[in-house]
């Protein structure tokens, strides 16, 4: 005895075939065996649309919420260091024996059309700096002795 098992595919069935019959024939030797199908739809399931919109715009956010991310944390890195000693109270400039964090130097007889430069170095940057973030600085006409 002989078994053979053949698959056949269909490239293409539209909705006119599943009410058609087909015959399939099977000639060997002197017998004939004569079988007729009828083509009906699987369950084939597709996803429900929520759930495939939800991933589609997860898939578009999350590469443009990381790239915002990124350029965030780029832009505003001073920043976000400071915030962070501000939290969590931790400083590793605090116990390294220096005296002051940065040195602020002006020169003095430098006349400008506006008092603007001089009063940003001598007065804000000073006050911003020592006020609101801690930091200790040097400025050489107030805290330098002459010949100092």
Do not use: W
């Amino acid at each position: 005895k002989f078994y053979i098992t053949r698959l056949l595919r269909i490239r293409k069935v539209t909705d006119e075939d599943m009410h058609h019959n087909f015959t399939c024939m099977l000639q060997a030797d002197e017998r004939t065996q004569i079988k007729i199908i009828k083509l009906k739809k699987g369950n084939t399931r597709d996803l429900p649309v929520r759930i495939f919109t939800t991933g589609m715009v997860l898939v578009v956010l999350l590469p443009c919420i990381a790239v915002a991310a990124v350029f965030v944390c780029v832009m505003f890195r001073v920043d976000l260091v400071l915030f962070y000693r501000n939290v969590c109270r931790r400083d590793d400039t605090a116990g390294d024996g220096k005296e002051y964090d940065a040195f602020v130097s002006y020169l003095k007889d430098c006349v400008s059309p506006t008092e603007e430069e001089r009063e940003f170095a001598l007065k804000i940057l000073p006050m911003v700096l020592e006020e609101n973030f801690g930091y200790k600085l040097c400025v050489f006409e107030r805290d330098v002795s002459p010949g100092g």
